[in-house]
């Protein structure tokens, strides 16, 4: 079976503040994709960043960086110098290639506010 | 390019009453899902489209169904609707149907059952 828990409901920072959010999955298939998304308050689902089982290097795209670690079954995700306009819901998501199903698998979601 | 396009944005419909919601994907992409989002249960995989057959469908209802038309465009029906059909639901699409695809989502079609 597939899972993955987003343990952060909701969290709340001061803008600059640096804010990581979590992720861990369950899948018993080994080779499989994870995925980051964003949601903000217009709904639309927006793609962040994807990564397969067997790339382990991490990545720093601008003020965002990625932590994906199979020892542990987690996929960080972390915002540097956090900006008012990152204020949204950020979903990880996975999905197994067996079947070449694109069904994808979301945890529930952890509400970031960046305040002022 | 234009994005995923989800019509209409909002609905209000009373129960017992059926819905059909469509979705352009982005041009060029043949592949579509579906997922329903309720702050409850969060986002769920529907079914998923790929050259006008259903692939993949998720844990729901037979209320609940699709097809795709050979433009790719795609449209969903809920039958008999019940209150807990209330839901955002969103399409994706994405270029064929692959399990390293990136999905792209269009805003989503919020429907109320009253």
């Known amino acids: 079976a597939q899972k993955v828990t987003q343990a952060q409901t909701e969290i709340s920072v001061v803008e600059k503040e640096d804010v990581t959010l979590d992720c861990v999955y369950e899948?018993?298939?080994?080779?499989?994709?994870l995925f980051w998304y964003k949601q903000p308050p217009s709904g639309e689902l927006v793609f962040l960043i994807r990564?397969?089982?067997?790339?382990?290097q991490n990545e720093i795209s601008g003020r965002y960086s990625w932590n994906f670690q199979k020892s542990t079954s987690s996929f960080n995700f972390t915002i540097t110098a956090s900006q008012v306009v990152d204020s949204a819901v950020y979903f990880c998501?996975?999905?197994?290639?067996?079947?070449?199903?694109?069904?994808?698998?979301f945890g529930k979601g952890t509400k970031l506010t960046v305040n002022p | 390019k234009a994005g995923v396009t989800q019509t209409p944005r909002y609905l209000i419909k009373t129960r017992g009453q059926q819905v059909t919601l469509s979705c352009s994907p982005i041009?060029?992409?043949?592949?579509v899902s579906w997922y329903q989002q309720t702050p409850g249960q969060g986002l769920q995989f529907l079914f998923e489209?790929?050259?006008?057959?259903?692939?993949n469908k998720g844990n729901f209802p037979g209320r609940f169904s699709g097809r795709q038309f050979s433009n790719s465009r795609s449209e969903m029906n809920v039958s008999t609707l019940e209150l807990g059909d209330s839901a955002l639901y969103l399409c994706?699409?994405?270029?064929?149907?692959?399990?390293?695809?990136?999905?792209?989502f269009g805003a989503g079609t919020r429907l109320s059952v009253l």
């Open positions: 041009s060029g992409h043949r592949s």
């Open positions: 990564r397969n089982s067997f790339d382990e």
């Open positions: 998501a996975l999905r197994n290639s067996y079947g070449g199903s694109e069904k994808l698998v």
């Open positions: 489209y790929f050259s006008e057959t259903q692939r």
């Open positions: 899948t018993r298939d080994t080779t499989y994709y």
């Open positions: 994706a699409s994405s270029l064929i149907q692959s399990p390293k695809n990136i999905q792209y």
